[in-house]
């Protein structure tokens, strides 16, 4: 079973930039049909920051649209999460998921999580 840790989380202050990263242990993120991040504030549901597609195709949530940025490097089975201007309300734990379904991955059904990281960004 693929195991996916993401790394790069910290505390921050408002405007300023975090580059989380998640690494699969063993085998291959371009088997994958889709990969995304997610994040959970306290006493909040969770919620779909980015997704991008085998493709390459990307897409975001509206309150992060223009601010982050989603990639990922095959050859060193890694995803990104490139993350500018960031605000407190950005303040969550961030994780990331994958899904070699397209159906699922169509639906927002992922197989496979990380751990989380915690990003913390003050006023």
């Known amino acids: 079973q693929v195991q996916l840790v993401e790394s790069g989380g910290g505390s921050v202050q408002a405007g300023g930039s975090l580059k989380l990263s998640c690494a699969a242990s063993s085998g291959y993120i371009f088997s994958y049909c889709g990969m995304a991040w997610y994040r959970q504030a306290p006493g909040k549901e969770r919620e779909l920051v980015s997704i991008i597609s085998s493709g390459g195709s990307t897409s975001y949530g509206d309150s992060v649209k223009g601010r982050f940025s989603i990639s990922q490097d095959n050859a060193k089975n890694t995803l990104y999460l490139q993350m500018n201007s960031l605000k407190p309300e950005d303040t969550a734990v961030y994780y990331c998921?994958?899904?070699?379904?397209?159906?699922?991955?169509?639906?927002?059904?992922?197989?496979?999580w990380g751990q989380g990281t915690q990003v913390t960004v003050s006023s």
């Open positions: 998921a994958a899904e070699r379904s397209c159906l699922r991955v169509v639906d927002g059904r992922f197989s496979d």
